[in-house]
């Protein structure tokens, strides 16, 4: 992890094609809701997902409900 | 009538009084309301991911029902005072997914609650094992997600890459700068530049 390969350079804005979800977005899918959080138990941003602004929100909730039935940690 | 989805997070210590009768419980304050359950079934015991009423595991109770929207607060109001709900998560679903009609899976109860109520101690210690697993499966999936954007700015990343290397011979600190003023949003990525000056 401490190096990574020059590929991972990120200069300025850079345009990037959306992303659709691979599996469904539900708070049930937790594994796949999993992916979409950082080590930390955060929600990655759409820039890390990749996905529509449509599908972002639809991930915000499943993740949230998921994190209230104590499936996803709040923090970690 | 609408139809609901509705999973029910159960105490295993009444879970371990028999499943049977407390499925029946759980059903009763469902169906007490005029709901009519379509599937229900067990979906999961696992342990939680934040202790809950100093419960570390639970059981997951997942059932479809058909029910009137006002009997819904009735039935919300009712499943606050039960005791073996620990917590339950109600929406409304447009349809009833094929799934839901395999029938439940055996299963026996995992004597591992009984250990983390016992001796806290050990409890904590697996916990955190576990944690760090979990934590390695998030950043895998990050990986994922990086290399996938990696593979899409690679094309961009090329012709800024060559202007960093053309600015390198002439002042080796003048591309610093340059780095330091983007916005630092992702910390990774940004670590991931210093090696790479060194080599230059």
């Known amino acids: ?76 | 009538m609408k139809t609901y989805e509705a999973m029910f997070l159960l105490d295993n210590r009444e879970v371990k009084k028999g499943w049977e009768p407390l499925k029946e419980s759980v059903d009763s304050i469902l169906t007490k309301r005029g709901a009519e359950i379509v599937v229900a079934k067990r979906w999961d015991e696992r342990k939680l991911a934040y202790e809950i009423k100093k419960q570390r595991r639970a059981t997951y109770y997942l059932s479809y029902l058909k029910a009137d929207p006002s009997a819904i607060d009735e039935i919300r109001r009712d499943l606050e005072l039960s005791v073996p709900v620990l917590r339950y998560l109600i929406l409304s679903c447009d349809a009833i997914p094929e799934d839901a009609y395999e029938p439940e899976r055996e299963f026996t109860m995992v004597e591992d609650d009984a250990e983390a109520t016992e001796s806290s101690k050990e409890g904590s210690e697996s916990e955190e094992s576990s944690k760090g697993e979990e934590g390695a499966e998030a950043t895998e999936g990050a990986d994922v997600t990086d290399t996938i954007e990696a593979v899409k700015a690679a094309e961009g990343e090329a012709s800024t890459e060559v202007a960093a290397e053309a600015a390198a011979p002439e002042a080796s600190a003048g591309s610093e700068p340059a780095v330091a003023s983007e916005p630092a949003d992702v910390s990774a990525p940004a670590e991931a530049e210093k090696p790479e000056e060194n080599k230059e």
């Open chain 1, 1 to 76: 992890m401490a190096f990574k390969s020059k590929k991972f350079r990120r200069v300025g804005r850079d345009v990037k094609k959306r992303v659709k979800p691979t599996e469904p977005v539900e708070y049930k899918n937790v594994s796949y809701l999993a992916s979409m959080m950082s080590p930390q138990y955060r929600i990655l941003s759409r820039r890390r997902t990749g996905f529509s602004g449509k599908d972002q929100r639809i991930l915000k909730l499943a993740i949230k409900r998921a994190r209230f039935l104590a499936l996803l940690p709040y923090t970690a």
